[in-house]
């Protein structure tokens, strides 16, 4: 009987991996590691998240990105220089070798409760029993498609995290669908390898992050606009410093925030690679989408009620994610039918866990309980220590529970 077992392997997973292991709390966790950004995020992007929240989290801050970067000669700043999708990628690879070096690359396909706690069996037919799981699945699982999309076959149709090499496209008239950083980062990629891009979005216009000018803040500047982990702001700095005080809104609150907060925009980088450059439909709502031949129709509706129709060879919905506990598959029916949710996402507890005893949620999936930071890199910090110190107590309570055993970080 295994005491601990993380399903998932990115800056949460291998973030709370590296606390337990310092701990010395048993468990293994599995998943490729950093899956969602080598495989799910287009080639040449940049982080929105500026360079000192763009960490993974081990106890003692031994391999913060900076340190990463200084290592590697790789140019870094806390503020105002994008952290290139490449680096932040090698940088979790590294996290990995040197904290997690227990990682293993096997995907959990099925998860159902048992009387000891939960069986779990891998996509090599292992199996194994563990008395206390850890969801950080991250964002993949929770693809959001419109309806007025969802009927197009995929061939014609696919979600932007389906796209981490973009070269299929060059020469191909691609529609993006969205204003979001996904959506802005897409257009403007696509746009610079050869393809024939538009952006609709149903909103008149873009947003994005403001460029730094390089210039001192005054005092007066941050007490009014403090930076944080998400942006300047004091709903920022709230959101990302103080996600345990969050928990304890009332829930409409907490669930109307999370749904309208740092909402769509890009960063201030891709400005210039879309606006001017890419053909923009902003206002246009989809009223309905065909294929004809081998091309998609779409039938747009202006807000001023006017119509248009665009003709493309494919969609791209860059329209986020929905969490909603259905689509975890790998988690048996009886399983997902157990877990109390609000709008589709578990409800947790101040330690993250949901309704059944010793099921834990970690990142996106955790944004109704702890805002709107569990979106980002920047809360996988919180969640770890907090899930850490939940795992702990509950092992020290549990007499049948493994001893701890002390692990050495590896210092290369």
């Known amino acids: 009987m295994q005491e601990i077992a993380i ?113 779990l069996q891998l996509d090599n037919g292992e199996t194994c029993d563990a008395r206390r799981v850890v969801l950080a699945v991250g964002v993949t699982h929770f693809e ?40 802005l980062d897409l257009a403007g990629l696509l746009h610079e390898g050869g393809a024939n891009v538009q952006l609709i979005a149903r909103k008149p216009e873009l947003k994005f992050h403001s460029k730094p000018t390089g210039k001192p803040r005054s005092w007066w500047q941050k007490l009014r606009h403090p930076d944080s982990g998400l942006g300047p702001g004091m709903r920022s700095r709230f959101f990302a410093n103080a996600p345990w005080a969050f928990h304890y809104l009332p829930e409409r609150l907490r669930l109307a925030v999370v749904k309208r907060a740092l909402g769509p925009s890009g960063g201030y980088f891709i400005h210039d690679m879309v606006v001017g450059k890419v053909p923009l439909l902003l206002g246009y709502t989809t009223e309905r989408a065909g294929v004809q031949g081998n091309r998609v129709h779409l039938h747009l509706r202006a807000q001023d009620g006017s119509t248009k129709e665009v003709i493309t060879e494919h969609v791209i919905a860059a329209t986020g994610y929905n969490v909603n506990v259905e689509r975890l598959n790998f988690l048996n029916e009886q399983l997902r039918s157990e877990i109390r949710t609000v709008s589709g996402a578990p409800i947790l507890s101040r330690n993250f866990e949901s309704s ?53 970080v590896n210092p290369k």
């Open 144 to 183: 959001y498609v419109p309806e007025n999309l969802a009927n197009l076959p995929e061939r014609f149709l696919t979600h932007s995290a389906r796209h981490h090499e973009l070269a299929p496209f060059k020469g191909r008239n691609v529609v993006v669908m969205g204003r979001g950083a996904s959506a």
């Open 7 to 119: 399903v998932g392997a990115g800056p949460y997973g291998l973030s709370l991996a590296a606390h337990l292991r310092k701990r010395g709390l048993p468990f293994r966790i599995f998943g490729p590691a950093m899956d969602t950004w080598i495989s799910h995020m287009p080639h040449g992007m940049c982080l929105k998240s500026d360079g000192f929240a763009s960490d993974l989290y081990d106890p003692d801050g031994a391999l913060t990105l900076k340190k990463f970067c200084a290592e590697r000669g790789i140019p870094y700043a806390d503020m105002g220089l994008p952290v290139a999708l490449k680096t932040f990628t090698a940088y979790g690879l590294a996290f990995r070798d040197r904290m997690v070096p227990e990682l293993e690359n096997k995907m959990v396909v099925k998860i159902e409760r048992i009387k000891t706690g939960f069986f």
């Open 356 to 408: 059944v005893p010793h099921l834990y949620f970690a990142g996106i999936a955790a944004a109704n309980s702890f805002g709107p930071v569990m979106r980002f890199a920047f809360g996988a910090g919180f969640a770890a220590r907090r899930i850490t110190a939940a795992l702990e107590k509950s092992v020290a309570r549990d007499p049948s529970a493994v001893p701890t055993v002390q692990f050495a």
